[in-house]
């Protein structure tokens, strides 16, 4: 079975259905069905079809989503870029996904125009007006194209970049079957969710959480509701403008809305499920969050890109096993072993492997782009090593009390250290550098960058260590706070540890400041 496939199901049997609203524009199924196909064949003028990659760096909107099922429809693979990402690391995607069309809007003209001058091949289509070296997302449209038959040998619907233990990006392989799995089946049993529901969404389309929602949406015949970002107020009136049933988020956007939601909790009068995932979620949080709308029913749950869902914690579990991040999700099976693969007692820290049938048939992806290497370490006779520790009880709830590969959760968003120390490194006067996270009462996690300092750079300050970062990376993994060290502390065999420069911080800093000396 097939995303488009699917959509096309829910159009046919409800076609007069609103499918999207953004701004002051309302899209039909009907409408969107048509929409999908006219693009398709606009995309397929242009050279695209099955296996071919198209990156998408846009803002929230419905040429996201047209563009997403259009690319589907010719069997085509997307890769979701968020616009928090550098041009920099555009041109990365771009060239490792070897892909063959960019699209962007206006504001990101000049960056990929740069793009297109180094990556042979590259074709580029704007959201704005057309201009030199760039296709007009309204010229990219073929209203007598027939879709074709799609064989299921295309399997894969989105390459979703993450981070591995070297900091360099790779390109989780999600399949047809894995979104269809993790968004219709298991999110819509688990959540008891359905084509009745209305769905906001505020969080980047791009990024798995927004793309969840995205899903959730047009699996099961649903409305998604698009907002271009945060903005509280303009949350909750759209709740109640549009009636929002459904809503997802991380901790921090829970944090952010509750202010303007409790000077009219009524207006989420609708609202009758939220979804939350991310960092954990503190208890008190939890409360305040119940009691201002005691008639929403909360769900956390604990995933990850190469995956899937692995666990929820239902409403009813968010008080009795608060730091639990639940039990196995339906048809997941999850172990915690031993550094040599050996399961280990309940209660016992270990890291948690999970298997959902075949890699690509369920949950879990069906590898990484051109890396076989890196696939083979993190899929072992169908488990994948999520390289995150933590132990089960008895009553088989699941605890994660710490990340093997060093990465921090902030604000929802997936950092990983090596990456950020590896861009530090790019400084002239920096001889070495390490990050960790923090615990932050807004975002969860704030970055710290340790750096250490050689004879010429003597005059760096975390300013400029911070304003390099800005430049190179996505905003939100820049460091918060950077602090110069004489000497990292390191094992007999040099490296680096990270849990004494931790240690540190809680001892120096009972606030969990750093300056930037």
Same mark, same amino acid.
């Given at each position: ?68 099922? %259009? ?72 209203? /007598? ?70 899903? /959730? ?94 666990? /929820? ?31 280990? %007692? ?25 890396? /076989? ?128 420069? %931790? ?15």
């Amino acid at each position: 079975m097939r995303l488009e496939v699917v959509f096309a199901a829910h159009a046919a049997r409800n076609p007069d259905k609103e499918a999207l609203v953004c701004g002051d524009r309302r899209v039909s199924y009907r409408e969107l069905k048509r929409r999908i196909r006219d693009v398709a064949g606009g995309l397929a003028r242009h050279g695209v079809g099955a296996g071919d990659a198209i990156v998408l760096y846009l803002p929230n909107g419905i040429p996201f989503v047209e563009l997403l099922y %259009a690319a589907f429809s010719l069997g085509a693979r997307i890769v979701p870029v968020t616009m928090r990402n550098t041009i920099r690391e555009l041109k990365y995607f771009c060239e490792d996904s070897s892909a063959r069309l960019v699209v962007c809007d206006d504001r990101s003209i000049d960056g990929v125009r740069s793009i297109l001058a180094e990556v042979p091949g590259l074709k580029a289509i704007t959201t704005g007006v057309s201009r030199n070296g760039f296709i007009s997302y309204d010229d990219v449209t073929d209203g /007598n194209f027939t879709l074709p038959s799609v064989s299921l040998d295309h399997d894969f619907a989105m390459i979703l970049y993450t981070s591995g233990t070297t900091g360099r990006p790779k390109g989780v392989l999600l399949t047809h079957a894995n979104i269809l799995v993790n968004h219709g089946f298991m999110n819509g049993t688990d959540w008891s969710i359905d084509h009745t529901d209305r769905f906001l969404v505020v969080s980047p389309l791009a990024h798995r959480a927004g793309l969840g929602r995205l899903m /959730n949406a047009m699996t099961l015949g649903g409305t998604l509701v698009i907002l271009p970002g945060f903005d509280a107020d303009e949350i909750v009136a759209t709740m109640e403008r549009e009636a929002i049933t459904v809503f997802g988020m991380v901790p921090t956007i829970c944090r952010m809305l509750l202010p303007t939601l409790e000077q009219a909790p009524d207006k989420a009068r609708t609202l009758r499920l939220v979804a939350v995932t991310g960092e954990a979620f503190p208890v008190e949080l939890k409360k305040r969050f119940l009691t201002l709308l005691p008639h929403t029913r909360l769900v956390s749950f604990f995933g990850m890109t190469e995956a899937g869902a692995v666990s /929820n914690l239902s409403h009813e579990e968010q008080f009795s096993h608060p730091q639990s991040v639940g039990r196995a999700a339906p048809g997941v099976e999850v172990r915690v072993v031993s550094t040599e693969g050996v399961d280990v %007692a309940d209660g016992t820290v270990g890291e948690l492997i999970v298997r959902s049938g075949q890699p690509g048939a369920f949950t879990v992806m069906k590898g990484y782009l051109n890396r /076989n290497e890196d696939t083979a370490k993190a899929l072992v006779d169908g488990w994948f090593y999520t390289g995150d520790l933590g132990y089960r009880d008895a009553d088989g709830y699941l605890y994660i009390v710490d990340r093997k590969k060093d990465m921090i959760l902030s604000g929802g968003f997936n950092i990983y250290s090596k990456e950020v120390e590896r861009t530090i490194l790019e400084i002239g006067g920096v001889a070495d550098a390490a990050v960790i996270g923090i615990p932050d009462p807004e975002f969860g996690e704030a970055v710290v960058a340790f750096v250490e300092r050689n004879p010429s750079g003597a005059t760096l300050t975390g300013e400029q260590v911070i304003a390099h970062c800005r430049e190179a990376i996505a905003s939100y993994k820049k460091p918060r706070h950077v602090h110069f060290v004489d000497a990292l502390p390191r094992n007999a065999v040099g490296k680096v540890l990270k849990h004494q420069l %931790a240690e540190q911080v809680r001892a120096f800093h009972s606030e969990i400041r750093i300056t930037q000396e």
